[in-house]
């Protein structure tokens, strides 16, 4: 049973575009939701993170939109460049667990 | 402040034997997760532990892994008898506090990549 669904699976964009990389969950409970990026042969970084009673949250170039209602978040790139090409792994938590519960990731190359 | 330190970096192992991968979380963490990677997957939950004590291992195989956290020096996890299967890239993560969120953010070490022949 896959909790986070993640698409797509690979995303290209030009320099200077908007890459969206959407989630959606199933388990009511999660109330926490991090982004985390990761580039190849490195651990997965923290990039943003969201609780459920905002709908949006800025920082930088990086953009979380939250919808509690569809159940669905996502991840808006800003302004996009070759340095943001890497693998995106949207996440979710339950309130008082630890653990992390992940998406499949998203692939993206920012073309010069 | 060093970040969260994994060893060895890479691990080839023939089949049938052991596999231990290491992991010191953050200063002044006490709490510590695993993860597994398979290729083209999201990350896996494995086992949460605190110093001594394994608080979930829902997501670990209930045979062959096992994983500590001694009181003094590193997590360990183990794998005993591994199998091809058993290829993947493993992560160690760990946190201030126990429960996640904004406050508690889980760093993530770099990972042991483990090649089973």
């Known amino acids: 049973q896959q909790q986070v669904k993640q698409s797509p699976q690979s995303l290209i964009v030009q320099k200077g575009g908007i890459s969206i990389i959407n989630c959606a969950y199933e388990?009511?409970?999660?109330?926490?939701f991090p982004w985390y990026q990761q580039f190849p042969g490195k651990g997965p970084a923290l990039l943003i993170a969201?609780?459920?009673?905002?709908s949006e949250k800025k920082e930088g170039r990086f953009t979380i939109s939250f919808n509690k209602s569809a159940k669905q978040f996502s991840l808006h790139i800003m302004d996009s460049q070759p340095g943001d090409s890497a693998t995106y792994f949207c996440?979710?938590?339950?309130?008082?667990?630890?653990?992390?519960?992940f998406g499949k990731g998203t692939m993206l190359l920012v073309s010069p | 402040n060093a970040g969260v330190m994994q060893n060895p970096r890479h691990l080839v192992r023939r089949r049938g034997q052991e596999a231990r991968l290491r992991c010191s979380p953050m200063k002044g963490h006490s709490h510590v997760y695993w993860y597994r990677q398979l290729p083209e997957e999201g990350l896996k939950f494995m086992v949460y532990?605190?110093?001594?004590?394994?608080?979930?291992e829902s997501g670990m195989p209930k045979e062959r892994f096992s994983a500590e956290f001694p009181k003094e020096g590193p997590s360990i996890l183990r794998i005993q008898q591994v199998v091809r299967g058993d290829s993947a890239a493993y992560f160690c993560?760990?946190?201030?506090?126990?429960?996640?969120?904004?406050?508690?953010?889980?760093?993530f070490g770099a990972g042991t990549r483990l090649s089973v022949l």
């Open positions: 388990n009511t409970a999660f109330d926490y």
């Open positions: 996440a979710a938590s339950r309130g008082g667990y630890s653990t992390l519960t």
């Open positions: 532990l605190q110093k001594e004590n394994i608080i979930d």
């Open positions: 969201i609780r459920p009673d905002v």
């Open positions: 993560a760990s946190s201030p506090q126990g429960s996640a969120g904004v406050d508690n953010i889980q760093y």
